[in-house]
């Protein structure tokens, strides 16, 4: 059960309310009095329930979502994790994305801390304080859809929206045990997203299941994409048992030699596959570009922040964090053939991957975080205790896949001698987003425990 006494997972949710077991505006309210209750730092502001309830046959009616602080919500325009003191801009319209979630019956319980400005592998913000991993207070929360993380982990809502812009969905994902789901851009409208760097930035998913996030998604995307994903609908496709033989490509090992696999890990993530269905194909692969990708994902990274936040640079616009101009600033020293050649070469780069990894599989299977989830001492960027190296492990496995556009998912395996979650990272061709959520439904289904890596609430 959640916080609020309810089902865990939406569809679980949906039918206790059709069978009256729970009244529509019963569910809405104990899931706006759980949010505000027990926050936990993820939430930049929590909104009252509803005052009209929706119709009970929309898919998400009574299916309480809360989103990273980077959409203009209903009435609030995005705060980016910047001061909350400060002036916010005038609300806008709603994002195309939260007008879909809301035309599907579900109106937002709250607005999630993140990153200043979507800039941060961690939840490291001197304008908030700091979230609190819900699988370990010691742990530490990737960035920046961090207050995502934390609420879906803690139970306070079925999923949320983040975007990800090198990992910044996938990381917390994986710091917190929960699934984290990158499609290709353009499958989600970033009509309304306060933007970081365009060519990179993809509005995700985070939830604590395959199905939950599945439907979703189907609720996210014009009909014809949701029939393309999902041919039976989403709800069907949840119920659906996948005994398939996969053909998985693995990467364990980073070519980057700062990069360290623990074994424990290793161990994890091999024994993954081995228990995959009989008929299932690994072929293990080098992925030797790999370096050069994520180079010229910083490139853009640079360049684009750097062009998103000229203003700040220029003292024209209230002042970035140091985090935060770190990135900026390089931007805006960088040669523009650079930034030319990086958009020039990411199609060839594409191909290349999908030939050398994808050529004889469906998926590429690495590892989301190397040496497992770290403490925020090890990652906190003003302690005398940071380790540069695990702040690097964070977004080893990330960047490169955000270049590439291609679709990716990350989602919790097992837990490792600490107790804190093991998450596993997918990576398809554009195009195979539901590929990605039936490998992570049958791994679900065949690993059950997997559900027990959240924690219970009291």
Not at 26 to 39: E, I, K, T, V, Y
Not at 273 to 300: I, K
Not at 411 to 434: N, Y
Request: charged share 15%.
């Amino acid at each position: 059960m959640t916080p609020a006494g309810l089902p865990d997972g939406i569809a679980d949710l949906r039918v206790a309310l059709h069978k009256g077991e729970v009244g529509l505006r019963d569910a809405l309210s104990r899931q706006h009095a759980a949010f505000a209750a027990d926050a936990r730092h993820s939430a930049a502001a929590v909104f009252d329930a509803p005052a009209e309830l929706p119709d009970l046959a929309l898919p998400l009616a009574g299916v309480g979502l809360a989103h990273k602080d980077i959409f203009h919500l209903p009435g609030r325009a995005p705060g980016r994790g910047t001061d909350p003191a400060a002036a916010q801009a005038r609300p806008g319209s709603a994002a195309t994305l939260i007008r879909r979630l809301q035309a599907a019956g579900s109106k937002p319980l709250a607005a999630l801390v993140m990153a200043e400005h979507a800039c941060g592998a961690t939840g490291e913000n001197p304008h908030y304080p700091l979230p609190v991993n819900p699988i370990d207070a010691q742990a530490a929360v990737g960035g920046s859809s961090s207050g995502s993380a934390v609420a879906v982990a803690a139970g306070l809502c079925y999923g949320s929206l983040g975007t990800d812009t090198a990992g910044s969905v996938r990381i917390p994902a994986a710091t917190c045990g929960v699934l984290g789901f990158k499609p290709a851009r353009g499958l989600l409208p970033a009509h309304g997203i306060a933007p970081l760097a365009p060519s990179l930035d993809t509005a995700g998913i985070l939830a604590r299941s395959a199905a939950d996030a599945a439907l979703i998604l189907e609720t996210l995307v014009a009909p014809a994409q949701a029939r393309r994903l999902f041919p039976q609908g989403a709800d069907t496709w949840a119920r659906e048992s996948d005994t398939a033989a996969w053909r998985i490509a693995t990467c364990w090992e980073h070519p980057n030699p700062s990069v360290s696999l623990d074994a424990g890990i290793g161990r994890a993530l091999q024994e993954l596959v081995d228990g995959l269905p009989s008929g299932s194909r690994q072929t293990p692969v080098a992925l030797e570009d790999q370096p050069l990708w994520t180079r010229l994902a910083d490139t853009l990274l640079h360049a684009e922040t750097a062009a998103t936040h000229q203003a700040a640079l220029r003292q024209e616009a209230p002042a970035l964090t140091p985090l935060t101009r770190g990135v900026a600033l390089p931007g805006a020293a960088l040669p523009a053939i650079w930034y030319l050649d990086a958009q020039r070469q990411r199609s060839a780069h594409t191909r290349q991957f999908i030939s050398q990894a994808l050529g004889r599989a469906d998926l590429l299977l690495t590892p989301a975080l190397p040496r497992g989830v770290p403490d925020w001492r090890q990652v906190l960027t003003g302690e005398g205790t940071f380790e540069p190296r695990r702040l690097l492990d964070l977004f080893c496995w990330m960047s490169f896949v955000n270049y590439l556009d291609l679709p990716a998912i990350v989602f919790p395996i097992g837990l490792d001698e600490r107790k804190r979650p093991i998450s596993v990272q997918a990576v398809t061709r554009p195009g195979q987003e539901a590929r990605l959520l039936a490998f992570a439904r049958h791994v679900e289904q065949a690993r059950p425990h997997a559900a027990s890596f959240l924690p219970s609430p009291p």
